[in-house]
T-cell receptor, first 114, second 117 residues
Framework: AQSVAQPEDQVNVAEGNPLTVKCTYSVSGNPYLFWYVQYPNRGLQFLLKYITGDNLVKGSYGFEAEFNKSQTSFHLKKPSALVSDSALYFCAVRPLDSNYQLIWGAGTKLIIKP | GAGVSQSPRYKVTKRGQDVALRCDPISGHVSLYWYRQALGQGPEFLTYFNYEAQQDKSGLPNDRFSAERPEGSISTLTIQRTEQRDSAMYRC???????????????FGPGTRLTVL
């Protein structure tokens, strides 16, 4: 079965430190990869996506993600965390045999401490 | 509009009642999606529209759930004879067009929090 794993339920980072939120997937072929963020009482917001090309993708709010084909991973990163980055982060994958269906991870709660 | 809007934002209803949840997609977006999201989990696909055509309803859990998008814009998700297990956040998303090699980004609304007592 196709799946997306976010192995950490919660990640704690001190403000100013780099952050990484992990995502690995088990999907046939080379899927398209997405990161979304959910702030309290707000909808899911698109952060970035990988389609093809450079393995390092830059997105909104200073976030970036690195696609690693051999490890089937798409980890979200930011060089210097802000308290305002505290939110719930979701990784999603679209298999190539689907033009709209997304497979979602369970989410990772990111807490940035001042 | 600036983004996807949904109404109501919160809905509390009694078991057995029908509810209708509304989604207004981003203007010009062809594709519309409904998801259900339980607390602490990722969204679960319910159904997908391309213009007014319901292309995929495989995620609808049972025949109490239905959705329509009669004019290819606003969509309504209806749950008949609600049950407590229907309580969840219902999210709508839209994207500019179908396919395009699957690269299209889905943009989400704020969701409707449904509570069935």
């Amino acid at each position: 079965a196709q799946s997306v794993a976010q192995p950490e339920d919660q990640v704690n980072v001190a403000e100013g430190n780099p952050l990484t939120v992990k995502c690995t997937y088990s999907v046939s072929g080379n899927p398209y990869l997405f990161w979304y963020v959910q702030y309290p009482n707000r909808g899911l917001q698109f952060l970035l996506k990988y389609i093809t090309g450079d393995n390092l993708v830059k997105g909104s709010y200073g976030f970036e993600a690195e696609f690693n084909k051999s490890q089937t991973s798409f980890h979200l990163k930011k060089p210097s965390a802000l308290v305002s980055d505290s939110a719930l982060y979701f990784c999603a994958v679209r298999p190539l045999d689907s033009n709209y269906q997304l497979i979602w991870g369970a989410g990772t709660k990111l807490i940035i401490k001042p | 509009g600036a983004g996807v809007s949904q109404s109501p934002r919160y809905k509390v209803t009694k078991r057995g009642q029908d509810v209708a949840l509304r989604c207004d997609p981003i203007s010009g977006h062809v594709s519309l999606y409904w998801y259900r999201q339980a607390l602490g989990q990722g969204p679960e696909f319910l159904t997908y529209f391309n213009y007014e055509a319901q292309q995929d309803k495989s995620g609808l859990p049972n025949d109490r759930f239905s959705a329509e998008r009669p004019e290819g814009s606003i969509s309504t998700l209806t749950i008949q004879r609600t049950e407590q297990r229907d309580s969840a956040m219902y999210r709508c998303a839209s994207s500019l067009e179908e396919g395009v090699g699957g690269t299209d980004t889905q943009y989400f609304g704020p969701g409707t929090r449904l509570t069935v007592l």
